[in-house]
Structure formats: C-alpha cells, structure tokens
C-alpha cells in the first residue's frame, strides 16, 4: 500500500467537486486540489445524457462542461478510474482504490467530499434483471446506447418519463431509424418475434 500526503483532496468529480476544487485554486493558486474521479469522465453533464441517445448531441465527448485540458488548467489535478472506499473524517485521509486494483492512501491537510447523489431505485420486482437500466453516468449511457442498437433488441420502454414525456415521445432520431428516445430508466426487453426484419422501437409513456 502506497500513500501520499496533499494540501486539498476532493472526492467526486462531477460540478460540485470540481466548482469547489477551482474555487480553491482561484483562492490559492499554489494549491492545485486533487480530484479522485470514480470513473473516467469528470465535470459531464448528466442531465445531458438523454441528449445522446436521441441523437441531439451525436458525440458522447460533448457532454463535458470541460474537458482534461481544461480542467488541468484550472488548476486540479485529475485521479481517473479511482474509487475512495473509507474516508477519516478526523484525520482527513482517504483509502482509494487505484485503477489497477492497488489499495493507497491518501492524506490531506482539508477533505472535501463531493460526490453527489445515486439513483433512486424503488421496490420494483425485476430491477436487477439483465436489460433492465437506469441513467445516471457515462458508463449508464453506453450500457443503455449498446442495448439499443444491438440487433436482438426488439422493444425499450422508459417508465416515469415525467413532465418531458410527450417531448421525448415525439423524438424520432435517425441514430434507431424512427425510434423515439428514451428519457429516463429504461427497461429494454426482447420480443417473443426473432424475425431480423422488424426494427426495435421504444415505447414512453407513464405507468
């Protein structure tokens, strides 16, 4: 186990993270905040991510508010592909995971922790079977973007769309040929049919 010791760690990399992370630095430019990213996307945009899907934003790397570059330059250091896994909120060290699976600590004279929220996922029988995705991340979005275009995907259908439900139901992208796009979770499931001629279509509406 390795470890390390810096003025300023936060953990979370999404707006919060990094408004507070740039924040500091603008404060202190001698103090350049490291940022431990679970996964390899920090500052994009989630509520951008329905925009991808249906073919609004084509490229996936638009999403970002700021991309490495950017970020770097504002002064924050990035740790990508890095879980934190127990923090000492007396003492300020943070226990990470690092890419390659080795364990580390990290000490910090301020700890900020800016995680942000997880989806809400209520007590609905069949959550966790195969298909069945909520929308949340970047690794959320190509799960659910490789699910519909795969050639087995006969139907996707997106419970509680909310008040843009009519909007999205009306979205016809040509990325699924006339499907419209999803808003939210989506349960993508497979017909009875295996016939390769008839195209996957998605369904949006509440229940």
């Given at each position: ?14 707006d919060?993270g ?178 390769p ?11």
């Amino acid at each position: 186990m390795t470890s390390e010791h810096l003025r300023l760690v936060i953990v979370g990399g999404s707006d919060a993270g990094v408004a507070a992370g740039m924040r500091a630095h603008q404060l202190d430019p001698t103090t350049r905040p490291l940022v431990v990213v679970a996964d390899g996307y920090p500052n994009f945009s989630i509520c951008g991510l329905p925009f991808y899907l249906s073919g609004e934003t084509p490229d996936w790397r638009d999403l970002a508010h700021r991309d490495h570059g950017d970020l770097e330059a504002a002064g924050l250091q990035l740790r990508l592909d890095t879980r934190a896994v127990a923090v000492d909120a007396a003492d300020h060290p943070v226990a990470v995971h690092a890419p390659a699976g080795a364990a580390q600590v990290i000490g910090s004279d301020r700890l900020i922790i800016g995680t942000g929220a997880v989806p809400a996922r209520p007590p609905i029988a069949g959550l966790d079977l195969p298909g069945v995705h909520v929308l949340h991340s970047m690794d959320h979005v190509f799960a659910v973007h490789d699910r519909l275009t795969a050639a087995s995907t006969r139907r996707a259908v997106s419970r509680k769309c909310g008040a843009n439900r009519s909007r999205w139901s009306a979205v016809r992208p040509a990325r699924y040929k006339g499907r419209p796009s999803p808003r939210a979770a989506l349960a993508v499931r497979r017909a009875s049919s295996s016939s390769p001629s008839e195209r996957p279509s998605l369904d949006c509406r509440s229940t």
